[in-house]
């Protein structure tokens, strides 16, 4: 199968497949023309955020791939699953926008052919049980699970992932050094609003007047820091900055400051490599953020 560059497509959406034939068909023939296979996993209603992740993709492979699939493992009994946003006819001239090759939209079939609730399970500990692992139980099964397929049905050299979902990123990490995968996992930076809130593709579930508290969120994580530096105890700024989330209207999950590699609890004296994470409901939305220190 030859490939065609993008820039000879007269066409507003990008090239799409839907099954893994088709999808390794393509990937394969731009590796015997030598060329970087680049992938950026995502479940759609792409943004900013997501386009800033192809393009470093971009920066080093030389093809692209992106994959939309809102994958029902990751989501518990009572999250928004069904009403996700679901935009692929605009996720796809966004992607040609951004020059991205090929978009990859599997059905639930191809992703699970014994079906959701049939499909294996991978747990990765410990990096996975903590915060969000602990309030949304089984959910980084379903990442590790969905993404270590997408990996064997891409095949790619390289993936990036948003710090954003810092969290997830650790687990993807350690997925990959795991099961010795033969691919680089790339880590792009936060997009923000200019007021600072982290572009989701949860916030257009957001009305007009939770718009405008959604900032505390990082403003939040701006003061744990900033009372950090000062020398406040740990525990008490936690504290303090859950109480800041509830007068603000947030119903938080958590608010903490932990080791950015592992999420490990800092030790005392410890003053160096940590981030502040946050996790709270804002009517029917959940957001999560975070702040490295350094």
Known sequence: MES?????WEI?????????????????A????????????????????????????????????ASVFVNPTQFGPDED????PRTLAEDSVGLVEHNCDLLFAPSIDVMYPFGPDHALRIHVPDVGDTLEGAHRPGHFD?????????????????????????????????LVRELDMPLEILAGPIVREP??????????????????????????????????VEGH???????????????????????????????????EGERTGLMALG???LGDTRLIDNLAFD
């Not at 065609?4 to 000879?8: F, M």
């Open 233 to 267: 105890v740990l525990a008490a700024i936690e504290g303090a900055a859950m109480r800041r989330l509830q007068r603000a209207g947030f119903e938080p999950d958590y608010a903490v400051v932990r080791r950015a590699e592992d999420l490990g609890m800092p030790a």
């Open 142 to 174: 379903g990442v590790a699970t969905v993404v270590a397929k997408l990996f064997t049905m891409v095949e790619p050299d390289l993936a990036v992932f948003g710090q954003k979902d810092w969290q997830q990123l650790l687990v993807v990490r350690r």
């Open 81 to 84: 699953y069904l009403r996700y």
């Open 30 to 65: 731009w590796k015997r023309e030598g060329h970087r296979v680049g992938f950026v996993p995502t479940m759609g209603n792409l943004h900013a955020g997501h386009f800033s992740l192809v393009e470093l993709a971009r920066r080093h492979a030389g093809r692209v791939v």
């Open 4 to 8: 065609v560059p993008l820039s000879q």
């Open 195 to 228: 007021d600072g809130l982290a572009m989701s593709s949860r916030n257009r579930y957001l009305n007009g007047r939770q718009r405008a508290r959604a900032t505390e969120l990082h403003a939040t994580l701006q003061w744990m820091h900033d009372s950090f």
């Open 12 to 28: 507003s959406e990008v090239r799409t497949v839907g099954d893994l034939r088709g999808l390794r068909a393509c990937v394969r």
């Open 279 to 281: 996790a709270a409901r």
